[in-house]
Structure formats: C-alpha cells, structure tokens
C-alpha cells in the first residue's frame, strides 16, 4: 500500500507538531537526566497543547456539538435532506438508512426480489460451462449454459484494470469468461497474489448442519449436569434426536483446535477493531491490519443459523491469513443454543476467541432474548457463559454495555464483570453506554473506569469502547492500567488509520491521494473475497459505498481550526477540500460516490444499481448548516 510507507506517513503533516521550547529544554544539553525530562515533557506537552489556545468561534461551535473548520473552506449549503426512494439518490442532503424490508434496502417486497432473483440466475452463465466443462448437476442446475447468448447479455469489462486472480502464481480465474476483468487475463497480470480465506463451510459440513447430524456429545453432557432442556430444535429435529437417527451417529467432528486451554491470548495495549455490522468485513477487516490492527472480530453472527448450516451465516465468520489474531461474535440468548455454537466453532473454525454479544440494542435481536436484553435476565446471562466455557477449549469473551435501561441505578456491567471471571469468561468489553442510548450521547467512561476497579479484582481483563477518535482518546483511557485496552468502532469505519495514529503517537492529515488508495485496496480485497464476475463487482461496490457513507464524515487535520482536536460527537459544517479529490470524498451524494468507486477500480455501475446506505450516517446537519451561514455573514473573526 502506498500509504502504509513509515517513510510516506512521516512526511504527513501533524497539528500536534508545535511545541514551544521551555527553559527546561535550553538546560538540557548540560545533563542527560535533564535532557530525559525535557523529553519526556515534550511527548507530554503533544498530548495535551492540541486542546488549549482555541480560538472564541471553535469554543462556540464546540458548545453546539460541531467541528470548528477553517472559515476559509466553509461553504453555505441547503440542508433539507431527502432521499428519492426511486433512484436511492439523495436530494439536497445525504441519503439515510432506508425501512425496507429487504437486506438490500430497495424497498421491494421479498417476494420480488426472489422473483427478480431467479430470473438473474436464469440468464447467468453456468459456473461450469464458464470454465469450458461440462456441468456437473445436469437438469438441476439452474443456470444458463448458453455461451454466446450470455456473451451478448454480459456487461461490458472494466477497462484498464487487471483480474485480482491472474497473477505471478495464477494464470487462471476461477471465473472463466463471467470475469468482468476477463479481457485483461492475456495482457495483465495482478501485483498481489490471493491468499485463501479459513474457515468456509464445504458441502458435507453444511449438509450435517442442515439435516441435524452433527453430534454434539461434550454440550449433551454439560446441559444435563445443569439440568438445561434442549430447547434450539425444531420439531422435527426432536422427534429425530429421540429416536436417535442420524443425531449421534459415527460422524466424528473433526477438530481443527487443540483441546488445551490457550495461555497466548493477550489483549494488554492490543489495537483491537470492534465486529461492526456490515461494514466489518473480510475486505475492510485487511485494510485495517494493514493499518496496524493487532486483534480484529468476525461481524455478528447469530448462533440459530450457524447451527443451521446458513452460508450466508457462516461467510461472515471467514478469516484471512493475514488477520494475526481473530475472534468470532455470536449472538444467542439461551445455553442450550449458545453452548451448541461454542461446540461447534471450537471444533470447526480456526478462531483465537468467541466472543458473546450481550450488548447488541436492535429491536429484533433482543426480542429474541439476546444481545442487550441478556442483562435483564443475569441468571441466564450466567447460564450461558458456564455452559459455553464448560465445552471450548478456545476462550470466550463477553461483550456487554453498562445496563438495558437508562437509569443509573440499574446499570448491571459492574455486578456481571465482578461475576465473569468465576463462570468461566476470559475477558470483558464494556461498552460505555445502555442499551436504550444506542449510540446517543457520549460514553460514560467514569463508569468503565468504575467497571476495571471490579475486574481487577478478580484478574479479569477489560476492554473499554465508545468514542476513541484520535490517539489522545485512546492515551486517556488506557492511562488507567486496569483497562488492558480500548475496543475502536466508528473511529476506525471513519478513518481507519486511526490505527497508524495511535502507533505512531501523532495525528496524521492524510491526503486525498491515500485516502483513495485505501479505496483501491478495499476494491482489490473485496474481488478477492465477492468474486470478479458481475455479482462480485457489483457486490464490493454496494460494500464500498457503505463504508463511503462514513468516511465522508471525515474531515482532514489540516482543515481544522488551530489547536482543535477532532471528536467523534462533533458534526461538521459543509466544506471545500484542498483539491477536488478532497472535496469529493467529503460528499454525501451518490453520484459522487459511485465516481469513486469507479476511480477505485469498479468501473461503471449498471444503469439499474440503486443504493440507499444501511445506517443514518449523515455528516451534514441543519444546525451546521446553519453554523456555516452564520460563519459566513460574521465577518472577519475579532480576536
């Protein structure tokens, strides 16, 4: 990567660059324990100086919850934000989250989607036949096996950009002519190799899943000696587990983990990148170590369905070679359900945790017993991790908030944290608010802080979350040591080289032209993982402009008042970048978005691409589009 250059980063510019020379320093060349001090206040005055000598108008915009960027690339804007539902396009503002009730966000019915679906995969060209072989399924396939008719349907290649597959190792694609990159496999050759993920579910496994043949002999055991009913079945695999056919046959799970106890989990000062739906996955999960992610986690998984054998499930929990240490979210309200899930991953998938999701505050995930609503029930909360540690040998982590509902007086964090290490949890992470907050005020970190006095009490390490923007965040809250490290979410969607930042103790104004290549590598990663044929491309695009519909929150170092510190809560006013890059990647408009995934290496979408972005994420408020108006008719700033 080009901006992955030490070299490179340290050529940035910082706004915590300045420091003003003290008398300590001009002494400092007389004594060595002087010149040491004098250093070791300098690092000091870094952390501290960004904070102080603001100017009169950042304060204020501070106090209003926005970001004080410099009067001179502040432009008035219309802030009425509307979205034509027709065109997923937004009009006048950003796009936000769409109500349909479809995964995709378009608004139809799930049954047109499936009608729309199947008559796509009609006229897609078998996976066999794109390969010059005779299909293996014969009348069951249900896809085109029409070569020149799909040639004449096929949308046109993506120019000027090679095949991710064909390579110094590769000279074949696994996708035959429905590559989108197919021209270029006779004239270019990619400069990375592909590196296969783990952990994907073969055809005999998913097929043991889905018929309920997988046995489960050591989580039997563990819910009889705690007099748990088996309750995760549906009637007819009951009926199948009573009279025993196929349930505890003479299929042996295979084991990809060792049964020993692992000692070499640490999470003391780790980067560690939070599991965050849709946009945490394989292809943003390697950018974020190539930025200096030390522990990354597998998007949410919800148990039921890796049980089942879902491969829509089981894809989010694929790891990369490159991922150096990865865990595996679950989500899961009840023992019978969940000690089954921890059977299985620790026997199937090659995973350094699990980690169990008892903070999640969707409406449909708790009203199914789990994620937040697991602290209102701690007997089963309980219930759960005992049984669950009782049968893996891998470790299981909790991932909690402060209580379900928002009042101080019930919060439960510090009561199950006190109580964790004694079920049989490896670790905690407490996220700084309740599940009625969501993602509405700022973290309570006195409150996490309270959290780490109960854990080290018991040798439990604790891992903090919740609004960790900038290295000064993360030096602030780990400065407790009790707290073994920060867990980094919408910071690292925002700007994942957060990561870098916090190694290398400084801001980092990254340019335009890095941000783009982080882009560029997403699309390369996103190939390898989706496929490069029409459904692999256009399926990394709709993930890029995910993620796009946070990047553009960011606002770059050098754009900020002096002295100003960025801060997640912090809104900004519409602006002007320092080139037209800059300001593109600054929009929340779809067009503009779909030109960068062009830029990126998509090529262009299809005419009929629609794309509403999953999460609300909108940078440009009324208020600061007010803010700016008002910049603009102040004048020239008085003092």
Request: net charge positive.
């Amino acid at each position: 990567m080009a901006n992955a250059s030490s070299g490179d980063r340290a050529s940035s510019s910082s706004s915590s660059s300045s420091s003003s020379s003290s008398s300590s320093s001009s002494s400092s060349s007389i004594f060595d324990e002087n010149a040491a001090a004098a250093a070791r206040a300098t690092k000091k005055r870094r952390t501290t100086d960004d904070v102080d000598a603001i100017s009169s108008r950042a304060e204020r915009l501070i106090a209003s919850g926005l970001l004080p960027i410099k009067k001179g690339a502040v432009v008035a804007e219309d802030a009425t934000a509307r979205v034509d539902r027709t065109t997923g396009r937004s009009v006048g503002g950003a796009a936000s989250g769409s109500k349909g009730q479809d995964r995709d966000r378009t608004g139809e019915s799930l049954r047109t989607i499936k009608r729309r679906n199947a008559e796509a995969r009609r006229k897609d060209l078998c996976r066999y036949t794109a390969q010059g072989e005779v299909c293996r399924l014969g009348k069951r396939c249900g896809y085109s096996h029409d070569l020149s008719a799909y040639r004449a349907s096929k949308p046109s290649d993506v120019e000027r950009a090679a095949c991710v597959f064909i390579n110094a190792e590769s000279d074949s694609c696994p996708f035959g002519v429905r590559c989108r990159f197919e021209s270029s496999h006779r004239k270019m050759k990619s400069d990375k190799t592909v590196e296969m993920p783990m952990n994907i579910l073969d055809d005999a496994m998913q097929k043991r899943l889905s018929r309920n043949e997988y046995p489960f002999p050591r989580s039997d055991k563990a819910l009889r000696e705690g007099n748990l009913e088996v309750k995760c079945l549906s009637f007819a695999q009951k009926h199948k587990l009573d009279r025993r056919e196929g349930f505890l046959g003479s299929f042996e799970p295979g084991r990809v983990n060792a049964r020993e106890k692992r000692v070499s989990l640490e999470f003391k000062g780790k980067i560690y990148v939070a599991p965050l739906t849709t946009v945490g996955n394989l292809p943003f999960r390697r950018i974020c170590t190539d930025l200096g992610a030390d522990i990354t986690v597998s998007e949410m998984a919800m148990a039921s369905n890796l049980l089942k054998g879902d491969r829509k499930e089981w894809a989010l929990v694929r790891r990369h070679p490159i991922e150096k240490c990865f865990g595996i979210q679950i989500c899961g309200g009840y023992p019978d359900l969940m000690t089954r899930c921890a059977e299985l991953l620790d026997n199937e998938v090659h995973c350094d945790f699990i980690d169990v999701n008892m903070g999640c505050p969707i409406d449909g995930v708790c009203a199914k017993g789990a994620g937040g609503s697991l602290m209102r029930d701690t007997d089963r909360l309980k219930r759960v991790v005992r049984s669950m540690t009782s049968v893996s040998s891998t470790p299981v982590t909790i991932k909690l908030r402060m209580g379900y509902f928002d009042d101080p007086s019930r919060y439960v964090a510090h009561d199950i944290i006190s109580k964790a290490k004694s079920w049989g949890a490896y670790a905690a992470t407490l996220h700084g608010r309740t599940r009625e907050q969501r993602y509405s005020r700022l973290a309570d970190w006195s409150y996490i802080h309270r959290c780490a006095d109960a854990s080290a009490l018991n040798n439990l390490p604790l891992i903090g979350n919740g609004d960790v923007y900038t290295y000064q965040d993360w030096n602030e809250q780990i400065a407790n040591e009790k707290i073994s490290t920060c867990m980094i979410g919408r910071g690292a969607i925002i700007k994942p080289w957060l990561m870098t930042e916090i190694k290398e103790q400084r801001h980092w104004d990254i340019s335009a032209n890095e941000r783009l290549d982080l882009f560029k590598d997403f699309v390369h990663y996103g190939l390898e993982h989706w496929g490069s044929d029409s459904v692999g491309v256009e399926k990394t695009r709709r993930y890029l402009l995910e993620w796009m519909s946070y990047t553009h929150r960011y606002v770059p170092i050098g754009l900020l008042e002096q002295n100003v510190v960025p801060k997640l809560h912090l809104r900004p006013m519409r602006y002007v970048g320092r080139s037209d890059l800059e300001t593109k990647l600054a929009s929340d408009k779809l067009e503009d978005w779909l030109e960068l995934s062009e830029l990126s290496g998509l090529g262009k979408p299809d005419p009929s691409f629609r794309f509403v972005p999953k999460h609300a994420s909108n940078s440009y408020t009324k208020e600061s589009a007010e803010a700016a108006a008002a910049w603009l008719d102040e004048g020239e700033e008085n003092g």
